[in-house]
Structure formats: structure tokens, C-alpha cells
């Protein structure tokens, strides 16, 4: 595995090793990351003792800043972590494009930050001058650091999930962002499907970010409510606003996305996608995360 991580830079967190796109087909069961001063290795079946610490020991030999070198099984219930080599670090903060994000490790099943949206949210942050930025599915709230940091007028992060929201505002705080809470910055825990008065309540937006999970059992079934989301466009957003839409099951193609769009909200035009950060290599297309950018040009339907 080791040989295969080209990094050289380690002051951004990054994914080192992305075996589960099935690019390195004895790999497909491992994830390396790093999350300044710690490796993260991510195993979603068994492996061998004797080749887990070999890896452990290179990569921490690798990694002049590494203080610890952990594994998380995520093939065991509650996914629990274990320290392989060094400090037992549970919390920490990492930079990525100039930003920092606090990161928990063990507590949850994930660390707090999505490393393959690295380039959307550099694309929200290049995009978001002076815009009025509607963030669904916010969780904890970076996407919300980029588009404050790239001059949003207002940013409005929507998550069924106080919790998430509660760190998003840590993120906030840790930034020194937090004194554009309140008008600049809101954050509203509420379930985007049943409280669309209070999301048109700040609106009408120029930017709108949805990166909804693919599937939450009793709140999103992705494949059928994305619809739900994209017919409510013209409700939310002004004429000529621009739409990143991404989709992360690997069971749904990037055709599925579009064909939603055309038939829910044929006013929107499809621009571009933005790819994914090159670490993120996939053996079959369409299987990683999708982020697509749209225009939703109302006098062109």
C-alpha cells in the first residue's frame, strides 16, 4: 500500500490512499488519510496483524509530523478505533486551503470532514463573492467556512442535525468567523423536506450547495427525494444563480443527476463537473462522488 502514496506536502489534510475506488484491486478494502499529526487507516474488512503494523510503521516513517498512526475497523460494530503506533489523539485540527476544521476521531463514524469534497468546497470558496448562499445537508458546516472566507454576503446552513450544527459553529470559532454569525451566518436545525418557509425565509439565493448523504434510514432516501429538492429551486433562487448539486452513491451515475434536473427543474443548465482530488482514483466512472454545476436560467424554460 505504501508504495502506491505520492504525496510529498503534508500540511494540508488529504487522503493518502484510496483503495476503496477499486483502482488497486488487492486494496479495495483500505483507506489511508491524514489528519495532521495523525494517520488514519480505515479497513472495511480483516487483514493481516503482521501487514497492518508494517504499514503503520512506513507510513509513520513517511510522515515527519506523525504523532500517532491509528486504524479504524469499520467491518466491527460501532466501528471502533485502535492505536497502532505513537499518541492516542481523539481530537484535533487540520488545515486544508488556508482553513481549519476540528476533527474527532472514535467518536463517530466520521471525522467531521469529507476529504473528496476538497475541491468543491475550493470551488464554493473561488464562487461565492458577495453571494447569498443557501448550504443543505450542511453537517458541519464547511462548505459554509469556504463561501464566509470567499466573501458571502450571507450563508444559510440547513441540517436536520443540531449536533452537526453545533460544530459547525466550533469551525466558525476556530476560523474567527464567528462574529458574522447572525446575519451573515445562520444555522437552522430543521428537516429541509418540511420546512421550506423557513428556508425561502432568507432567500431568494445565488448560490445553493446540496450534498445530501445517499441514505439516512427514516430521513433521506436520496434516489427518491433528490427530486424533492430540485423542483424547488425556482422557489428559492434568483435568475441566474448557480447550483452545485453533488451526489455521492456509488450506485447513482451522474446521468441520474441531470435526468432529475431536466425533468424536476428544466429551467437549470448544466455547466460542468468538478473533479474529484486526484488521490481519488476510480476503476469504474461514476462510482465516487459527482459534483456537478449548474445554472438555473428561469427566462431560457
Known sequence: MI?????????????????????????????????????????????????LLRQALALQALIPECQSVQVQRRYEKMAPMQVLLGESIEQTVVQEQGLKFNIELGKAQNSGLFLDMANGRAWVKEHADNKN?????????AFSLAATLGGASRVVNIDLSKASLSKGRENHQLNLLSKKEGKQVVFEGVDIFKSNSRIKKYGPYDLLICDPPSFQKGSVNIERDYAKIIRRIPQWMNAG?????????????????????????????????VDNPEVFKEAQAGKGLKVLIFTYLPEHS
Open 3 to 51: 508504495e502506491f502514496i505520492s504525496a510529498t506536502d503534508f500540511s494540508d489534510t488529504q487522503r493518502l490512499f484510496h483503495g476503496r475506488g477499486h483502482a488497486y484491486p488487492e486494496l479495495t478494502h483500505v483507506n489511508v488519510d491524514w489528519f495532521n499529526p495523525v494517520v488514519l487507516i480505515t479497513l472495511y474488512s480483516p487483514v493481516d496483524e503482521q501487514w
Open 133 to 141: 448562499v443557501l448550504n443543505l445537508f450542511a453537517y458541519t458546516c
Open 241 to 273: 444563480a448557480r447550483l452545485m448539486l453533488c451526489l455521492n452513491s456509488p450506485d447513482l451515475d451522474e446521468d441520474f443527476l441531470k435526468a432529475e434536473v431536466a425533468r424536476e427543474c428544466p429551467q437549470c443548465q448544466f455547466n460542468y463537473k
